[in-house]
């Protein structure tokens, strides 16, 4: 197959581009003629949404990137955070939603293996990953396959890359059905005197192509995550990539031993948009134009044009810029490591991207406006109508209070993720202090002393009622889920899901939880420090709930100063730190039990999350607290029992609330709330101080025991909690739950 | 305690197992590149866990074949002790050096968790610090550990003593819900004829210090350097 280079540009030709009629007439206007076939491709790939960030730049530079710990921030392949001794940590999150729904093993493996690979690029060796994962109602004929394919491809890449896979969250709603969420997050150490970057410097340096060979996978895949699914998205297979995760632990352990020596200038992988856009970055930033040869480009099959080869999204691929001279040193590195090799460009002084083939010029563009001059766009937006409250003593009590938590720690939402989180290696490298199934993964630094937790959180169901408040709860909720380990939160990575933008609800949607994304990071001086947008999660018109997911790290002076949320010992007290007013607007009690998704979130009190937040870090800094879970999805009693599932102990609850309807104060969600255990000898001492610093703080019971006693109520035993709690997700998976019988409607 | 380790590409866990190494035998290993033909002199050889070649054809069919492997198998063969956790104990066997072979896990999915092993025989330089019967907790982390051996040779097994680990309950009972993979008899580890050459599915280098939730595994490395000492 050959595609000519000088085909006739047509209107239709444009559009299978995803260009509008406007952002066409922008490229004639810039380059001053018809661009080739080849560099409307490379237009295509550098102007869709996924690379340009067109609809939502103007809203991400408001979000705070900057803090003291901040070493880099959004721009570059991942954001660089400070962690003392020398060292960096390096994370970043992204999105692979399209292609895994579409090919749910390869676009989620290929997810892990993008992200990893933008923390490697960067000189770090990745410690921990993650993922945020969103499915379909588990009714829905695809779901079970989706989530089947999804985690065997996110096991079957980082198991074999060989890093820990240490936590991550799971939720199912049928809003999700047509367009499921693969959100991958990694994160690495560097030493802060070796990071490396993008930009190339100096002109006539060698521009190297290593790694895997090119191949006509993924041709257009960033420009198929643009665009909204209809019902031909099956036809769209051939736009996934396929990964192998083998390659890529050859392509870190080769980069890594490049990178000890000096010969490395810039490097940059090859993600969405392949070669084009890494090369396109590394001249741009570098105040440099590029040539390319394509002739010299390792290709898998024969017969490459120029057009396939600048768009081919081929996976485990990597650019480098290096200094005069050098190139046999990093020959030497790649072949021992069984990789390609090939010097395919050099970096000029006339800041155009020129790309040859056969000895033609099949593009010869300008490379900064390239980036520069992307479309940008204003769109118009429409704030969320505010929500009705919702008045507790309107919500129907169950049955029983121990029947409502049955269920609700065994539904789709609430169960155990063991079944996951089992068939990823969560342990490999040794250094995995607190496991999956905690509030926060922790992750020892190389032999310690030193930790950094990791979360990845968002209330999508919150952020439908209330963007603004939704996005400030995501971001208090990693800050709470660090600070419930011992971590001083540090920074953040985002991944901003949403559907079609230009649909001005949508559009009000991303404005407003970037807003309130904004307002808590400067709250609790938090900063953003890398991430990724994916817009156009819709099908057939209809969008997916609104899921900006966060990721956040936080760090531990000492590792073995971080508390877990089992409880630890027999007649310790339980206290609550936080205010309970019992909020069940869009709780999952009133989703789940009372069958209703309305109302509006639960409010999110910044002064109060950060004062009770320091409470509680200074609390585990001190040693003084035995147990420590934050409250969320399902409120206090569902915090409790995962307490004593984690602990294998029960509990005695003294209290019950005398101005609150039970069914409020056990499971409404209200924010900065934590429960935390200690011995009776000091819970005065605690209750005093928390009275001091304007904490609220309350004794409800005691541990011990085999089941969860509340008065009045039947005792809810251990052993029943765990299997509703374990149960639901390898039941549903081994086809043992019949489809149409469970929905999260 | 002078090691070599192995290290094909895509093997992934050599650095707790180097880890191990240092920790239990005061020294770190040697990495030997498995381009590499000759070993040098060491008291015991390790081929760690991963996923070399990317398990592409069979897993560890291909570094079985790996130029070092020669020497390797003269080392086994002089008495040298070898020890192959996970990827290492499917080269082991796709070498010949230990019998059977390890199958896609039963239910055809990758299994990470801690598992719990009975200690079969403390007979061996491998065991010698544990108490026969006792269970040790360690992680398994594998997608093929599904240990197989015909009749014949797993009657030679049991009847030698070379069966050292199964997976086992709490109480130290033999049963289906403690075997992780469907492993034969619950099979975790065995030993060759002359006793020199270990392999197990279960990775007893992530469990050697209790920051990582139990230090059980650090008896196979000890029992390795007092082995040595008596020698």
């Known amino acids: 197959m050959s595609i000519p280079n000088d085909i006739p540009i047509t209107p239709d030709l444009v559009a299978d581009h995803g260009l509008k009629p406007d952002e066409y007439q922008r490229i004639l206007d810039l380059i001053g003629r018809e661009p080739t076939f080849t560099e409307l491709g490379i237009f295509s790939a550098m102007w869709n949404e996924h690379c340009s960030y067109k609809s939502s730049k103007r809203w991400l530079k408001t979000l705070p990137t900057e803090g003291p710990q901040v070493i880099q921030g959004p721009g570059e392949n991942a954001g660089v955070v400070d962690i003392g001794d020398g060292l960096a940590v390096v994370f970043k999150m992204e999105s692979h939603n399209h292609p895994s729904f579409i090919e749910p093993y390869q676009g989620a493996a290929t997810g892990v293996g993008g992200i990893l690979r933008d923390v490697f690029t960067m000189g770090a060796r990745p410690i921990a990953a993650m993922n945020a994962l969103r499915f379909g109602d588990p009714a829905h004929q695809k779901t079970r396959h989706l989530v089947s394919g999804v985690v065997a491809g996110i096991g079957g890449y980082g198991n074999s890359f060989g890093v820990p896979t240490v936590g991550g969250e799971v939720n199912f709603h049928r809003r999700y059905n047509g367009n499921i969420l693969v959100n991958a997050f990694a994160a690495g150490i560097a030493r802060t005197d070796q990071i490396f970057y993008a930009a190339a410097t100096g002109v006539g340096n060698s521009i190297v192509y290593l790694g895997s060979k090119t191949g006509r996978d993924g041709i257009h895949g960033a420009t198929m995550a643009s665009a909204e699914f209809g019902e031909d998205a099956e036809e769209k297979r051939p736009t996934v990539q396929v990964g192998d995760p083998f390659s890529e632990k050859l392509l870190l352990e080769a980069c890594l031993e490049l990178m000890q020596t000096d010969a490395v200038i810039a490097i940059q992988d090859m993600g969405a948009a392949g070669l084009t856009c890494s090369a396109v970055e590394m001249g741009a930033k570098g105040d440099l134009g590029v040539e390319l040869d394509l002739d010299h480009v390792p290709c898998r099959e024969d017969g490459m044009t120029a057009y396939e080869m600048m768009l081919s999204e081929s996976q485990e691929r990597m650019l480098m810029v290096l200094r005069p001279g050098k190139e046999d040193v990093a020959r030497a590195v790649f072949e021992k490591w069984d990789l390609d090799f090939a010097v395919i460009g050099r970096t000029t002084d006339d800041l155009r991207f020129v790309v040859k083939r056969h000895g033609e010029v099949m593009a010869d563009l300008p490379i900064k406006e390239l980036g520069d001059e992307a479309p940008e766009y204003d769109r118009p937006w429409i704030p969320a109508e505010p929500a009705a409250p919702v008045d507790p003593s309107e919500v129907p009590a169950p049955n029983a209070i121990g029947d409502a938590l049955l269920r609700l720690v065994g539904s789709p939402d609430m169960c155990s993720r063991r079944w996951i989180w089992e068939q990823y290696d969560h342990l490999i490298l040794g250094n995995t202090i607190q496991r999956p199934g905690g509030d926060a993964a922790v992750v020892r630094v190389e032999d310690g002393p030193k930790g950094l937790a990791f979360t990845l959180d968002v209330t999508p169901r919150y952020c439908e009622a209330d963007p603004v408040e939704g996005g400030k709860q995501a971001v208090a909720e990693t800050w709470r889920n660090l600070t419930a380990v011992g971590a001083t939160p540090l920074a953040l990575t985002d991944c901003l899901n949403f559907g079609n933008p230009e649909r001005p609800e949508i559009m009000g949607q991303l404005v407003g939880a970037i807003q309130g994304i904004g307002e808590a990071c400067r709250a609790l001086e938090y900063p953003i420090v890398s991430g990724n947008v994916s817009l156009y999660n819709e099908t057939s018109g209809e969008a997916i709930l609104p899921t900006p997911a966060l990721g956040g790290v936080g760090l531990l002076e000492d590792f073995a100063l971080s508390a877990s949320i089992g409880f630890k010992a027999e007649g310790e007290t339980i206290l609550v730190i936080g205010e309970t007013t019992g909020h069940l607007g869009r709780s999952v009690y009133l989703r789940d039990i009372a069958g209703r998704e309305d109302g509006p979130p639960p409010p999110v009190d910044l002064e109060t999350e950060k004062r009770n937040g320091d409470f509680v870090r200074a609390l585990i800094s001190e040693g003084r607290v035995s147990a420590v879970h934050d409250c969320s999805d399902g409120g206090l009693l569902v915090a409790l029992a995962e307490m004593m599932m984690a602990g294998g102990i029960g509990a005695s609850i003294h209290t019950a609330p005398d101005d609150l309807p039970a069914h409020a104060y056990w499971f409404g969600e209200d924010q900065a709330r934590y429960v935390v255990t200690l011995a009776a000898g000091g819970v005065e001492r605690l209750l005093a101080e928390a009275r001091d610093s304007g904490v609220a703080a309350a004794a409800l019971g005691s541990t011990g025991g085999d089941a969860l006693k509340l008065p009045g109520e039947d005792p809810i035993y251990l052993d029943t909690l765990r299997s509703c709690h374990e149960g639901w997700l390898p039941d549903y998976m081994a086809g043992r739950i019949a489809t149409g019988s469970t929905t999260t409607d | ?231």
Not at chain 2, 106 to 121: H, I, N, P, S
Not at chain 2, 172 to 188: H, Q
């Open chain 2, 1 to 231: 305690m002078k090691s070599a380790l192995i290290l094909f590409p895509g093997i992934n866990r050599e650095h707790d197992m180097a880890r191990a190494l240092q920790r239990a035998g005061g020294m770190a290993p040697t990495i030997v590149w498995h381009k590499d033909t000759e070993l040098p002199p060491v008291d015991l050889v390790v081929i760690p866990g991963g996923f070399s070649y990317g398990d592409y054809l069979r897993c560890g069919a291909i570094a079985a074949r790996s130029p070092i492997m020669r020497d390797v198998i003269a080392k086994a063969e002089a008495g040298v002790t070898v020890l192959g956790v996970c990827n290492g104990f499917q080269v082991l066997t796709e070498m010949g050096l230990l019998p059977g072979a390890l199958m896609r896990n039963a239910d055809l999915r990758f299994v990470c968790k801690d598992v719990l092993l009975r200690v079969e025989t403390t007979d061996t330089r491998f065991t010698n610090r544990y108490r026969k019967g006792q269970t040790i907790r360690t992680p398994v982390a594998h997608g093929d550990g599904n240990y197989f051996a015909d009749p014949e040779t797993l009657a030679r097994l049991e009847g030698e003593g070379r069966v050292v680990f199964r997976y086992a309950s709490a109480d130290g009972d033999i049963d289906e819900t403690s075997n992780p993979n469907g492993s034969i008899d619950n099979i975790a580890g065995i030993l060759n004829a002359r006793g020199n050459v270990l392999g197990m599915m279960p990775h007893p280098e992530d469990h050697i210090e209790l920051a990582q939730g139990s230090t059980d595994g650090l008896g196979i490395f000890e029992s390795m350097v007092a082995a040595l000492e008596t020698a």
